[in-house]
């Protein structure tokens, strides 16, 4: 069945915190804030086809869209739409893919390269060879501190990490020769953007990969493989396997996945027009609050100020969904029990390099999510997040809805869709139909 799509839309995403949507149109791009929902900003000046979002500062990245005229896919844009001016453009080889940005780092991902570039004064600082990515699988973690590239690895995967990366001006390490997904393997690079060097490779899944996600503090990745039925956690840049979560049972496309900001829950939607929540266990290295990172909004150097019309839009982290989260932990004796257990397993796991054997891989089964909910119309692509102020699902739809649904963070369950709004309306709130 053909995707249901908006022809107008061209891109949609939460930006690192998931505060704002931006969206690329034929006509420009808009950003929106989540939370209290509405258009913020709208500049209608050529067609996009990717549109990111540094935070909620002023600072956006844009690229334009294929087969539209005066617009390059080729070509990138930094704007700060505070002052309505053009930081800097770059021209690629080939059509950029995607984006991934930081406060320190800028990622930018072709089909057969990831370029790498000081996002303070736009010097690039390394470039990666990969084998074919046409599907730009890749994750950027949001945190500068612990800041981490993950992507599929080449195959096989190589003894020497390092074999797979070159930097810019030397000879270019030999390609693995690779032909489409047959060549793919389950294997994730972690790629250091801090030291520019290889972290670790996880052998995640034995089909190829399909997507990848990491934590606001860089310290967990998601994965999942082309069947999508199991979805991974795994310890950055350690590469222990913390957590296994079944999806479903029948193979699904997997669109998106997101950790909350408190790395309590992750979302995961599918081509099945379900989305799944999965609860993560009580991790202290992993559930440092979100709010250090947007004390630090204005840390990046240059000009990228918050804009007055989305300021703001980060506060509260520190109470209202994070100390609710907080309340609803409990310490019961079955969960430590259950902790201890998973301490032996990552010991286990460890020591025999991060792969479990076949026989006790299939005694530990997945955990099933804590909530799910059905989209309200079938065949359309969807992005999911996890509200960063309240205890709410948010579901981007490629039709241009924007979905608001409440999740009960005790019970779990079923979640009950609260509002709907036009992604392309003017942005205020006549876009809502209860």
């Known amino acids: 069945m053909a995707e249901k799509t908006n022809s107008n839309m061209l891109f949609a995403n939460f930006n690192q915190d998931f505060s704002c949507?931006?969206?690329?149109?034929?006509?420009?791009?808009s950003v929106t804030n989540c939370d209290p929902f509405g258009r913020v900003y709208t500049m209608n000046d050529g067609a996009r086809g990717i549109v990111e979002m540094l935070f909620c500062t002023s600072l956006i990245v844009l690229v334009g869209a294929a087969d539209q005229p005066q617009s390059s896919p080729r070509k990138l844009q930094i704007v700060n739409t505070k002052r309505q001016s053009m930081i800097c453009e770059l021209l690629f080889p080939s059509s950029i893919l995607a984006v991934k940005l930081n406060r320190k780092s800028l990622v930018i991902v072709l089909e057969m390269e990831i370029y790498i570039y000081d996002i303070s004064n736009m010097r690039l600082l390394h470039v990666i060879e990969t084998t074919p990515n046409p599907e730009a699988i890749?994750?950027?973690s949001p945190s500068a501190d612990s800041s981490y590239l993950a992507y599929p690895s080449p195959v096989p995967s190589p003894a020497s990490p390092l074999a797979?990366?070159?930097?810019?001006?030397?000879?270019?390490?030999?390609?693995?020769?690779?032909t489409g997904s047959q060549s793919q393997?389950?294997?994730?690079?972690l790629f250091s953007t801090r030291s520019l060097t290889v972290a670790n490779v996880i052998q995640a899944h034995k089909a190829p990969l399909s997507f990848l996600s990491i934590n606001s503090t860089g310290t967990l990745l998601a994965t999942s493989s082309e069947k999508g039925t199991v979805i991974r956690?795994?310890?950055?840049?350690?590469?222990e396997k913390l957590y296994q979560f079944r999806r479903g049972t029948?193979?699904?496309?997997?669109?998106?996945?997101?950790?909350?900001?408190?790395?309590?829950?992750?979302?995961v939607s599918s081509a099945h027009d379900t989305v799944h929540i999965f609860k993560l266990g009580n991790n202290t290295t992993t559930t440092r609050t979100a709010s250090s990172s947007s004390s630090t909004?204005?840390?990046?150097?240059?000009?990228?100020?918050?804009?007055?019309?989305?300021d703001g839009a980060t506060q509260g982290l520190d109470g209202g969904y994070d100390a609710f989260v907080e309340k609803k932990k409990t310490n019961s004796v079955s969960s430590s029990l259950r902790r201890r257990s998973m301490q032996m397993t990552k010991s286990l796991t460890h020591s025999v390099g991060g792969y479990l054997?076949?026989?006790m891989k299939e005694m530990w089964e997945p955990s099933r999510d804590f909530a799910s909910l059905r989209l309200p119309t079938s065949g359309a692509r969807s992005i999911v997040a996890l509200s960063p102020t309240m205890p709410q699902v948010m579901v981007i739809s490629s039709e241009g809805y924007f979905y608001l649904y409440s999740i009960d963070l005790e019970k779990g369950g079923e979640c009950s869709l609260m509002k709907q709004y036009n992604l392309l309306d003017s942005g205020d709130e006549s876009g809502m139909n209860d």
Do not use: H
């Open 297 to 310: 909004q204005e840390s990046i150097q240059g000009p990228s100020s918050p804009p007055e019309s989305v």
């Open 21 to 29: 949507i931006s969206i690329g149109t034929r006509k420009g791009y």
């Open 250 to 267: 029948r193979e699904a496309r997997i669109y998106s996945m997101n950790f909350n900001l408190m790395s309590t829950l992750l979302a």
């Open 138 to 140: 890749c994750a950027l």
């Open 164 to 178: 797979t990366s070159s930097t810019p001006g030397s000879t270019p390490a030999a390609s693995v020769p690779a």
């Open 357 to 359: 054997p076949s026989t």
């Open 233 to 239: 956690v795994w310890s950055i840049p350690g590469a």
């Open 185 to 189: 393997s389950g294997d994730v690079l």
